[in-house]
C-alpha cells in the first residue's frame, strides 16, 4: 500500500511497516509507562514483551524494512528514538537563527513548493528536477541514524528518503568527478538570518565522491514516517551520519559535482575548526572542546550520564575503508 500525505507526491513503499509519528508517541509513553513501575507490572507475559519488543527498534524487524532493495548494514540503530518533538524543535538552522529553539520558532516562512533541484557540473545528464520528480526517482525507505552534532549533543532520528547514490547513478558522472558540492536556499525574503554575518550564504557543503555513494548517505525527505518539517531541512536535504550534523545540507538546491575539493561555509567561516571530512572522532578534539563524549537529547536530565562518542559515530564498520589511508589527525 502506498500513503500519500498531504504534500503531493510524498510516497513511501513501505508504508505499512513505517512507524507513524503517533505510533512512535505512543511507544514512547509506553516505555514511560513500564517504566514507572506500576503500569509495568500490569504488562507482563505476551503483552508486555510485545510493548517492549515495539518500543525497542529491533534490528530484525526494521532491517527488514530498511532492505526492501537494498539492505543498508548498521543504519539501524538499538538506542531509542528520540521524542520527535526534541528532533523538531532543537537543531541548528542559521538561516532562521543561531539560537537551537530559532529554526523551529522561524522556519514557517519557508516556501518547499515550488522546488527545485538543478544537478550541475561533471556530469553526463545534468537536468533541473523538479521536487515531485525527485521524490520518486527511487524507492523511500526509513532509516534510523544517529545523528552527532559538533557542539556535542546527538539524537536518534528516523529519516525517511533513498541513498543518495541513486541519484548519483542517474545522472552519470564523468570521470573527473571527484567531489559533490550541496547548496542549499538562501533567500533573504523568507529566511531572516541570511542577511547575518555568521557564515557566507548561501550554506554550502560537500563529500568526496565516494562518500556521497556510500549507501549510509541518504537523500532525505521526510522523518517520523511524515514529510520534513521546515526547520529539520524541507523539502530536501542530506543525511550523513558519520560526519558531524553541519555536513547534512538542508533545503538543498543545487547539487554540483566538481574535481577540486569545494570550500564549505564552516570551513570558511573557521578553517582551524572545521575540516573538510569532519568525521565523527572522538580522539580529535574540536580546538575549544573535547569531543570524547555527548549528550543524548532527551536523556538530558541532572544526572544523566554522558555517552562516549563512538568512532564514525559507530558507523565505522561501514565507512572506515573510505579513509584507510589518510591521516585522521591531519585531515579532520
Ligand atoms: N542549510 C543549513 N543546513 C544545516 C545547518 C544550517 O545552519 N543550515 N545546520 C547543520 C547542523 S550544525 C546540524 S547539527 C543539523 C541539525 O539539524 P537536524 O537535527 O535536523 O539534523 O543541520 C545541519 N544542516
Ligand atoms: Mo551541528
Not at 542517474?170 to 523568507?190: C, I, M, Q, R
Not at 538546491?253 to 572522538?282: H, L, M
Not at 580522539?283 to 575549544?288: G, K, Q, S, Y
Request: charged share 25%.
Amino acid at each position: 500500500m502506498l500513503i500519500k500525505t498531504d504534500h503531493d507526491g510524498f510516497i513511501h513503499p513501505v508504508s505499512s511497516e513505517i512507524t507513524s509519528e503517533k505510533v512512535y508517541r505512543d511507544r514512547r509513553a509506553l516505555i514511560k509507562l513500564m517504566a514507572g513501575g506500576a503500569a509495568g507490572a500490569a504488562l507482563t507475559g505476551w503483552a508486555g514483551r510485545e510493548a517492549m519488543a515495539q518500543a525497542i527498534s529491533k534490528p530484525g524487524k526494521h532491517a527488514a524494512l530498511v532492505g526492501g532493495k537494498s539492505a543498508v548494514a548498521g543504519a539501524v540503530t538499538m538506542d531509542k528514538v528520540t521524542e520527535y518533538k526534541d528532533a523538531s524543535s532543537y537543531n541548528n538552522y542559521y538561516e532562521f537563527g543561531t539560537d537551537k529553539a530559532d529554526p523551529a520558532r522561524n522556519a514557517g516562512t519557508l516556501v518547499t513548493r515550488p522546488w527545485t533541484v538543478s544537478i550541475e557540473g561533471l556530469v553526463k545528464q545534468p537536468k533541473t528536477y523538479g521536487i515531485e520528480e525527485l521524490l520518486k526517482l527511487s524507492a523511500q525507505e526509513e532509516r534510523i541514524y544517529r545523528m552527532r552534532c559538533v557542539e556535542g549533543w546527538s539524537m536518534v532520528i528516523p529519516w525517511v528518503g533513498y541513498s543518495l547514490a541513486e541519484l548519483i547513478k542517474k545522472v552519470e558522472p564523468l570521470g573527473s568527478a571527484k567531489y559533490v558540492e550541496f547548496v542549499t536556499l538562501a533567500d533573504p525574503k523568507t529566511m531572516p538570518f541570511v542577511g547575518s554575518r555568521v557564515l557566507d550564504w548561501p550554506y554550502v557543503e560537500a563529500l568526496r565522491l565516494d562518500e556521497a555513494m556510500n549507501p549510509l548517505t541518504l537523500l532525505t525527505f521526510g522523518m517520523y514516517g511524515e514529510v520534513l518539517p521546515n526547520q529539520n531541512g524541507a523539502p530536501v536535504r542530506l543525511v550523513v551520519p558519520w560526519k558531524y550534523g553541519f555536513k547534512s545540507g538542508k533545503s538543498i538546491v543545487k547539487i554540483r559535482f566538481t574535481d577540486k575539493e569545494p570550500r564549505t561555509a564552516w570551513n570558511k567561516a573557521a578553517a582551524q575548526e572545521y575540516g573538510f571530512y569532519s568525521n565523527v572522532n572522538p580522539n580529535v578534539d574540536h580546538p575549544r572542546w573535547s569531543q570524547a563524549t555527548e549528550r543524548r537529547i532527551g536523556e538530558d536530565g541532572l544526572f544523566a550520564k554522558k555517552r562516549k562518542t563512538l568512532m564514525f559515530n559507530g558507523y565505522e564498520s561501514q565507512v572506515a575503508q573510505l579513509y584507510a589511508d589518510m591521516d585522521l589527525k591531519k585531515l579532520f
